[in-house]
């Protein structure tokens, strides 16, 4: 896609869809800096309470927001220069909701492949709904959850 074209589609969002890309766009960045940099037991006091999850149970108007933002989040994470994989996406939903005093769950997963490799996951929950990185998930043993 040119990047006239990725104007294009950024000129069609509204105001506050603009805003929040920006910010999703800033935030894959930090956490993908903060990832490579950082040992992980900074940053994982950062996501929050540890083995500890968000309610299940979340009004219509918070399930909507959620889907808005991992949208977001996801289309935000196509466009970087670096890498924005499931858990630069898990953090940055995390904060972004966080920032709206919406609770969410980040999950750290496992699991062997054919060959015997361990593939780590990272996905993001908002009551029921999976907010990044929820396809899946349920073939991961989960290892750890931060709520915040």
């Given at each position: 896609m040119t990047l006239l074209k990725l104007l294009e589609k950024f000129n069609q969002l509204e105001w506050?869809?603009?805003?929040?890309?920006?910010?999703?766009?800033?935030?894959?960045?930090?956490?993908?800096?903060?990832?490579?940099?950082?040992p992980f037991r900074k940053l994982a006091k950062r996501m929050g309470k540890v083995k500890c999850e968000s309610?299940?149970?979340?009004?219509?108007?918070?399930?909507?927001?959620?889907?808005?933002?991992?949208?977001?989040?996801?289309?935000?994470?196509?466009y970087t220069f670096w890498k924005s994989l499931c858990?630069?996406?898990?953090?940055?939903?995390?904060?972004?909701?966080?920032?709206?005093?919406?609770?969410?769950?980040?999950?750290?997963?496992?699991?062997?492949?054919k060959k015997n490799n361990i593939i780590a996951?990272?996905?993001?929950?908002?009551?029921?709904?999976?907010?990044t990185g929820g396809e899946n998930n349920e073939m991961f043993t989960v290892v750890a959850k931060f709520s915040n």
């Open positions: 506050k869809s603009k805003k929040e890309f920006i910010k999703a766009y800033i935030y894959t960045g930090f956490f993908r800096a903060y990832i490579l940099f950082i309610p299940e149970e979340v009004d219509k108007d918070t399930y909507f927001e959620a889907e808005r933002i991992g949208s977001i989040v996801s289309k935000a994470s196509k858990l630069v996406q898990a953090l940055t939903a995390q904060k972004l909701l966080g920032d709206k005093n919406i609770p969410t769950t980040i999950y750290l997963g496992v699991l062997k492949d996951h990272a996905w993001t929950r908002c009551g029921k709904y999976f907010v």
